[in-house]
Each structure stands twice: as C-alpha cells, then as structure tokens.
C-alpha cells in the first residue's frame, strides 16, 4: 500500500502537470476521485462533498463546485449532464466510453461499440465532416419492466 505521502507527491504532480496549482482541497479531491473510481467512476458534486465530509475533511460544497469546474477546465475530469438528474463528474481516461442511464434507478452504465463509433464518423463525413468529439447517453429501465399503457 502507497503511504500517505507518496499518493499525497503523486497528486502534487498531476495537479501541476495540469497547470493547477497544489492546494489541499484540490488533492483531496483528486484522490478521493482515483479512490472511488473503483466502486462507482461517476459521481455528483454532493456525493463527493459528502464523503469528504464523512473522512472528516473541512472542504464545503462551494468549494467542491468550484474544484470540479478548475478540474474540468484543465481537463482532469469530465463532466456530464444527464437528462432528469443532475451533473456526475468522473475522471478522464484515454479509453472513450459511451453511457447508458437507467431511468428507474439513475444506475449508469458505460460501454463501447467499435460498430457505433465507426459510423459515427461515417455519418460525420456523409455530411462534409470530421468528427471531433460526440457523446452519447441511452436512456434505459430494466428489461420486463415497459409499462402498460395508460
Ligand atoms: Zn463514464
């Protein structure tokens, strides 16, 4: 297991390879990040206020907020607004993703088709385009759970 201070170092320098500066509630909060990325890589800024709080961190919401948006800014974390809930944040990968929102539990799901991503861009130059970026959010409920018609 890495001792505090090492994480703590590697932090300091990914921070600053971002061009951030090293503040304490920035390296809280990227560690917290890598942490919970294990269990869940998508999370409100309240989930992530309120386990700091639960670790014992002093950091308010505000300040959580404004974090996420440096971070996002500098291209730490991605940021994403699905429909009929409010922004999860998790941090970037190399690895490009798609994402499925379960409408009944807000469960999100992540997932790549390489069928889906190459007709995207084929689509794109259908159309005299290149394709830069994209996201796609499918809006899912469990299978057997349609509901009868009103
Ligand atoms: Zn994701």
Redesign the pocket.
Known sequence: MPSHNESHDEKKSELQRAGLKVTGPRVRLLQYLEEAARDN??LSADDIYLALQQAGEDIGLATVYRVLTQFEAAGLVMR?NFEGGHAVF?LSTDDH?D?MVCIETGA?I?FHDSAIEKRQHEIAAEHGYELVDHSLVLHVRPLGKKKPKA
């Open positions: 890589r998508h994403h998790e993703h994402h999100v992540e």
